[in-house]
């Protein structure tokens, strides 16, 4: 079975630098995709970013990166220049098929993350 | 562009009172999805549905049932609502299983 591991309960950035959110996976799969999504206060559930694992490049999207460290089975979701908007809950998940098709998304507990003037 | 939505936002259920959840897209997505959110815990996928007429079990199917007669449409049915079922319910949808999930904005459900 496939498990996701976010160690950082919460954690603490001032405005305008750069955070780093942990993630690790276990899966035996050869193929699989890793997501990071925000959940704010408001409760939606938002994409971030997404990396395959055939992926050679880390992952980008405008201030979001995905440092995949395959060997490693780590996926931290990197957020350059903080802004109050990102305060906000976290999650890494990871992508397992399903028997009938379709997929799971097979989630970690998250980290909220708090941005400080 | 509306994308996922859902109805109710809240409801309150007594034990043993049965009720259905909506899930609506307008993608034109095959695949469906639900999940519920415990409190501090990440979503657990219920039921999905790769297509119209097609549905199958999740991790935690138990208490709910599912069905899908159009593409557009994915309800939820609770039969026997327990306190176990309080919790926050996320309908989601994607074209193709190897494309990102789009949720919904929830249902949040309270069993009492």
């Known amino acids: 079975a496939q498990k996701i591991t976010q160690t950082q309960p919460g954690m603490f950035v001032q405005e305008k630098e750069a955070v780093t959110l942990d993630c690790t996976y276990d899966?035996?799969?050869?193929?699989?995709?890793l997501f990071w999504y925000k959940q704010p206060s408001s409760g939606e559930m938002i994409f971030l970013i997404y990396q395959g694992s055939y992926d050679e490049q880390n992952a980008t999207e405008g201030r979001y990166s995905l440092n995949f460290q395959k060997a490693r089975k780590s996926a931290n979701l990197v957020i350059s220049a903080s802004q109050l908007g990102d305060s906000a809950m976290y999650f890494c998940a990871m992508r397992e098929f399903q028997r009938g098709g379709g997929n799971k998304l097979t989630f970690g507990t998250g980290t909220q993350l708090k941005v400080e003037l | 562009n509306a994308g996922v939505t859902q109805t109710p936002k809240f409801r309150i259920l007594k034990i043993g009172q049965s009720m259905t959840l909506q899930c609506t897209q307008d993608?034109?997505?095959?695949?469906m999805y639900w999940y519920r959110q415990d409190p501090g815990m990440g979503l657990k996928l219920i039921y999905y549905s790769v297509g119209a007429g097609i549905t199958d079990k999740g991790e935690v199917p138990n208490g709910y049932n599912v069905s899908r007669s159009t593409t557009e449409d994915f309800p939820l049915r609770l039969e026997l609502a327990a306190p176990s079922q309080t919790s926050v319910y996320f309908c989601?949808?994607?074209?193709?299983?190897?494309?990102?999930?789009?949720f919904g904005p929830g249902t949040r459900l309270l069993v009492l």
């Open positions: 993608m034109n997505h095959n695949y």
């Open positions: 899966t035996s799969d050869q193929s699989y995709g």
């Open positions: 989601a949808s994607s074209p193709s299983p190897q494309e990102t999930q789009y």
